[in-house]
């Protein structure tokens, strides 16, 4: 008897988990494939589709080499051809959500056929072209003008509204950051183009999709956005979540749930502000306020404790900030009631400026709670840090949370019937205690995939007592040596990792001389 439903047709073309990864199984006649088979990867797959199908959540490690993206594509994917939910596929790091993408997708096309996957990157991501036909070109600089011209080249045949589609535009643009389609200037269904807009046609792909592709700073800035307008979201609906690289949740979490002012989004609304007004009178009128919001915050940012450098510090003593430089402060606020005033008074015939008006209120609101707040519930510090080209430096004052968990277990793990964390550094002592407190998990399924490697066998832990600080002068010289001498006993076969690009273009430059050595980063 022939299928005759989708959900028999798919069942009868997509194997069973069990036979997509077995010895003898399709992944082993893969063509182009040296196919190991893993039984680490088999057990994580079989356990990811328990789950799936009863609706609990799960908690995997699993070791670099059990073949963990597989292990949950695949038991994901076909559970949602045949049911026709919907799974998101979380991932840390933008690379990994590339290679998810560009390489594992492809990859089961060529065993699977044509798959309807999608992959969604953040608003910022995406061009608004609204904001780009109402860029005041006179006012741009020499370079903005050539990338005004790309932007504008480019927009007429795009299908996605993606920048990364831009070769030849600069990563480090100061006109992308004017036009993109990030949240706090768009009109939604009000706008004229919504009916071409990027983000959403970038939505209805991902509705249509059996898979969704992001990062988790996407996840949970779109949850953020969720809890506050539920009409802005971005992310569709969904069955179930595949977090990976799950060992970094709780702190991308904590930075997105977080609040923040900085001098970039004070700009970022003046300029919205002076040319969101349509009536000419009263333009000027609110472009002279919002030029002294501009100039009480350039005083305020110079206020700010600690050295005038990139450097992030902790804004502790913030009540006798507040009485140091109350007046500066005082300041910025009466200048924001009186943008906030003007801002309201204009809205009353043009409906265009409401959204200026809440986020002139939210900005208020929010600075008073990263100055004044004496909550013991959230670490508030300063960041200064270089853009653009290198020549600006911008403040920011922030508070993260200390705890997410009880925000995480509504929002998350009330709310998704199944969520599949892993990584390969998740347990604590062999057990999931420690992750599932900090993410507020209350039950979930735990598993602990064996390591393929022989480590006592396999590798040392080699740790040089006599390195200086790494934030000593003497500390480059001295793991400039360590790492020499390591390279010589392997012969150059090593892999070296750093924490900042810095480091590791200096030390790229130090050692090839003497070794062959290959670098990977900006």
Not at 174 to 180: A, F, N, P, S, V
Not at 460 to 469: A, E, F, H, R
Request: hydrophobic share 40%.
């Amino acid at each position: 008897m022939k299928p005759d439903t989708p959900l028999e047709r798919t069942r009868m073309t997509m194997p069973s988990v069990g036979e997509f990864f077995s010895s003898t199984g399709i992944l082993a006649h893969a063509g182009g494939l040296r196919f190991e088979y893993r039984p680490g990867q088999l057990q994580m797959a079989l356990r990811i589709e328990k789950a799936l199908i009863e609706g609990t959540h799960l908690v995997v490690e699993a070791g670099t080499g059990t073949g963990k993206t597989l292990a949950y594509i695949y038991p994901a994917l076909r559970f949602s051809m045949i049911t026709g939910r919907r799974i998101i596929l979380s991932t840390g790091t933008k690379s990994l959500q590339e290679q998810l993408f560009y390489k594992d997708v492809p990859f089961l096309e060529s065993i699977l056929g044509p798959l309807n996957i999608c992959y969604m990157k953040g608003r910022s991501n995406y061009l608004c072209r609204q904001k780009l036909q109402d860029v005041p070109t006179a006012s741009l600089s020499g370079a903005e003008a050539l990338h005004f011209k790309i932007i504008q080249d480019w927009a007429e045949t795009t299908g996605t509204g993606d920048r990364a589609e831009i070769a030849a535009l600069p990563e480090k643009s100061t006109l992308w950051g004017r036009i993109d389609a990030r949240t706090d200037a768009c009109s939604g269904k009000d706008c004229a183009h919504f009916l071409d807009c990027c983000v959403s046609e970038m939505r209805r792909r991902a509705a249509e999709s059996n898979l969704v592709i992001i990062n988790h700073h996407l996840f949970f800035t779109d949850l953020e956005i969720k809890m506050k307008a539920p009409d802005a979201a971005i992310l569709p609906s969904a069955a179930a979540v595949v977090f990976d690289e799950a060992h970094e949740l709780e702190q991308i979490a904590s930075d997105c749930f977080g609040v923040a002012v900085s001098n970039r989004r004070v700009e970022d609304l003046v300029w919205d502000i002076r040319k969101g007004t349509s009536d000419a009178d009263r333009r000027a009128e609110v472009s002279k306020v919002a030029g002294t919001v501009v100039e009480r915050f350039a005083l305020f940012w110079a206020a700010m404790p600690g050295k005038k450098e990139p450097a992030r510090i902790v804004f502790d003593g913030r009540p006798e900030f507040v009485v140091e430089r109350n007046e500066i402060y005082s300041g910025v606020l009466t200048a924001l009631q009186l943008l906030h005033s003007v801002l309201k008074s204009i809205a009353l015939d043009d409906e265009s400026v409401s959204s200026l008006v809440q986020r002139t209120s939210h900005l208020f609101a929010e600075l008073r709670f990263l100055v004044e707040s004496t909550s013991d519930s959230a670490v508030f510090w300063i960041e200064r840090r270089m853009s653009g080209h290198g020549n600006t430096l911008n403040t920011f004052i922030q508070a993260t949370p200390i705890d997410v968990s009880e925000i995480l277990a509504v929002s998350v793990f009330e709310t998704y019937d199944t969520t599949i964390l892993t990584s390969a550094t998740l347990a604590v002592q062999k057990g999931f205690a420690h992750i599932r407190k900090a993410l507020g998990i209350a039950e979930a399924e735990e598993l602990i995939v064996p390591s393929l490697f022989d480590y006592p066998k396999q590798a040392i832990l080699y740790v040089p007592k006599d390195i200086p600080d790494p934030r000593d002068d003497g500390f480059f010289e001295s793991a400039k040596a360590h790492i020499a001498e390591v390279l010589r006993i392997c012969q150059g076969r090593a892999f070296c990792l750093f924490t900042s690009y810095d480091m590791m273009q200096k030390m790229h430059l130090k050692t090839s001389c003497r070794t062959r050595c290959f670098c990977m980063g900006p």
